[in-house]
């Protein structure tokens, strides 16, 4: 190299250069008298490319070996911006950060753990879930919350998603995906569930989120979110012997898993949330108990699918009725998902919290204690589904799992040994 390429290599790498003694420079030169220590990092790499047509797309892959530690870039190029994006969905890389190769190697050289982020769009609130990779392969939670913005409000009656409800998770959703890359997220998954299956314009509200994001929300079918919960469920809390089901209910629908031991034998989808009894039946609102008795009776037609069901040796229940609901028990006004996971909530406590919540209207239930404000109208819906699934399996209590679709879409999609 002469002493100008040397000067443009150091100012690429934005460092002032050495005092130069030579017109040029072979390589051991360069490396033995101009790269000193604690200025540049100095590292053995090597390369191996290789090129594929993706659409009208250059794909390169490459495996890269630097210091003995192994790494793999793609890179995806084409004039069209269009192209690309389409050329990365292809590749299932959606979400994925674009990270510039000296980046991408410090990282690989410095072993820093890999952190992925999920958001899980439901029909009445949306979960952010962070997540680092330990030396084990298991998961650590980084962060790990929720935002209540209501996306299926009106949707029972006309079918569509509003302006608002759009505008409210969008909102959440862009500075949710915001906290992951600011906190090292290598991707972020963004998945929509019963809300965005039944929306007549989802198609509208997963444009206006690509907009604001970048990122293309998954309508994940109905059977795949049981499956994710379920390996959630596998993976925090573990499986004894015996019949177990896992259910999850939440503002659209509720998923249901059978199994024994660690097999999987029945799961299904019901379109049974608390969103639509709420506006079905005006549960924000006081009711009275022939009120409560017609929405008993819908929610029980409406969950025949699991009626003559054997006893199950273990009822597991995931949610946001269900997590506020054993944290109301415990008076719980910080919510803790440690102290969650795992917790009991019983028959008679279910009950009990039914008889509170019908005597009151939503602005009297923000006053309770351990129940999220922005639920208070849905609540009492989620309750009447969870005493349901209870009376119809038999059960006097259930365990609660705090992990749910974003703690088994990580895992199963990122390759996880562990939650």
Not at 100 to 121: I, T
Request: glycine share 10%; charged share 25%; with cysteine.
């Amino acid at each position: 190299m002469t002493s100008d390429d040397v000067r443009r290599v150091f100012d690429t790498m934005e460092t002032q250069p050495p005092h130069m003694e030579r017109d040029a420079y072979s390589l051991d030169e360069f490396v033995d008298e101009l790269i000193a220590p604690g200025t540049v990092r100095l590292v053995k790499v090597h390369k191996h490319r290789v090129r594929y047509m993706v659409g009208s797309c250059m794909a390169e892959f490459t495996d890269v070996v630097a210091d003995g530690r192994d790494a793999r870039t793609i890179a995806v190029e084409s004039e069209v911006a269009g192209d690309v994006v389409s050329a990365v969905n292809d590749l299932g890389l959606n979400g994925y950060v674009n990270t510039n190769y000296p980046e991408g190697l410090r990282r690989a050289l410095d072993e820093q753990s890999d952190r992925v982020a999920v958001v899980d769009v439901g029909t009445n609130s949306v979960k952010f879930h962070l997540g680092e990779r330990e030396g084990n392969g298991r998961w650590r939670t980084v962060i790990d919350r929720a935002e209540v913005t209501r996306l299926g409000e009106g949707l029972a009656h006309n079918g569509v998603i509003s302006t608002d409800a759009m505008i409210r998770t969008s909102n959440a959703i862009a500075a949710m995906v915001d906290e992951a890359k600011d906190n090292g997220a290598m991707a972020v998954v963004v998945v929509g569930t019963a809300g965005m299956r039944i929306a007549k314009n989802s198609n509208v509200v997963i444009e206006t989120i690509r907009e604001r994001t970048g990122l293309i929300l998954e309508v994940i079918p109905g059977e795949e979110e049981v499956r994710l919960a379920y390996v959630a469920v596998q993976a925090g809390l573990g499986l004894g012997s015996g019949l177990t089901v896992v259910f999850d209910t939440g503002g659209g629908s509720s998923q249901f898993t059978f199994g024994e031991d660690s097999r999987v034998d029945e799961r299904f989808s019901v379109d049974v949330g608390a969103a639509r009894y709420t506006e079905q039946f005006r549960l924000d609102e006081a009711v009275s108990n022939e009120v409560l008795s017609a929405t008993f009776d819908a929610i029980s037609s409406d969950l025949e699918s699991i009626d003559n069901r054997s006893r199950p040796d273990a009822l597991v229940g995931m949610g946001g009725a269900i997590t506020n609901m054993i944290a109301v028990s415990l008076s719980m006004a910080i919510y803790d998902p440690a102290v969650i996971q795992g917790s009991v909530l019983t028959r008679a406590e279910v009950d009990q919290q039914i008889e509170l919540y019908r005597s009151i209207d939503a602005a009297g239930r923000r006053s309770v204690v351990g129940l999220q404000p922005k639920r208070a109208d849905v609540i009492l819906a989620g309750a009447c589904i969870v005493r349901t699934v209870m009376e119809k399996l038999s059960r006097e209590s259930l365990v609660v799992s705090d992990h749910g679709l974003r703690h088994g879409l990580l895992i199963d999609r990122f390759d996880a040994a562990g939650s």
